[in-house]
């Protein structure tokens, strides 16, 4: 117990250093801030009132959005499902489903902007590179949560097949696969929500999407343009959000 308490207070006490060493060696100075505000005002009263004249951008934007959000989606799903078979404890041996794992938490490492920036160096600019890089970046999470909704399922179903000799799929099929189905399409809607969002962003490194136009408006300083493109983003978050939690409540 006495152990615990010292545990608990060490750990207050480095999270307490590290704040203070941010503070200490951040160049952060408050008046810089408050001496911000009539800039700050500047700016979002050049937002509006935002410009409608952009509509056609918009749809054309969103639609690439959703569009790379969902082909990304489809990529990593088609990855994670081979990927999230190895990597489970339950299906392979320990050396196999060990190194899958190292390897899915270095693609989760690798920021999806730097993953993006690469693609349109590699395959050059449009939907493309994002695409790429969305399936790429979300198949290190996917995989995993497939690779933990295995090895959550219960064991009598796999142990009664297992004695009748059935091999690895037979098991995967009638024993782990109609357990696990709730888990996976849960996992499936929410990182596709996931990659909704991060393809909003890719156009600011060329990889399509609506991000594209607001990095553009902003930059040649119409900025009423950028704030008819950020409501449409707003919008299209919510909305997706909404349909996605109406969705997981189905599948739970």
Do not use: C
Request: a positive charge; glycine letters at 10%; aromatic letters at 8%.
């Amino acid at each position: 117990m006495a152990f615990r308490g010292f545990g608990g207070f060490a750990t207050s006490g480095l999270i307490a250093a590290a704040i203070l060493w941010s503070f200490a060696t951040t160049d952060v100075e408050l008046s810089r801030l408050m001496s911000a505000g009539p800039r700050i005002a500047d700016f979002l009263g050049r937002m509006f009132p935002p410009d409608p004249t952009v509509m056609a951008e918009i749809k054309k934007g969103s639609a690439e959005t959703l569009r790379i959000a969902i082909l990304g989606t489809l990529g990593a799903v088609i990855l994670s499902v081979p990927l999230g078979i190895l990597a489970s404890e339950t299906m392979v041996s320990p050396a196999v489903f060990r190194s899958i794992r190292t390897l899915l938490a270095f693609i989760r490492a690798i920021p999806l902007i730097l993953v993006a920036m690469l693609m349109v160096g590699a395959v050059g600019l449009g939907p493309l590179p994002g695409i790429i890089a969305v399936a790429f970046h979300a198949t290190g999470m996917l995989a995993k949560f497939y690779a933990e909704a295995i090895d959550g399922v219960s064991r009598a179903p796999i142990a009664a097949l297992e004695s009748a000799g059935a091999g690895a799929l037979v098991r995967l099929r009638y024993a782990i696969w109609p357990q696990m189905a709730p888990v996976v399409a849960r996992d499936t809607i929410f990182r596709f929500e996931l990659n909704l969002r991060e393809s909003l962003i890719l156009g600011i490194v060329g990889a399509g999407g609506i991000g594209f136009y607001i990095q553009t408006y902003v930059r040649s300083f119409q900025y009423d343009k950028a704030a008819s493109v950020t409501i449409a983003v707003v919008v299209m978050v919510i909305a997706i959000e909404a349909i996605n939690v109406a969705l997981r409540r189905r599948f739970t």
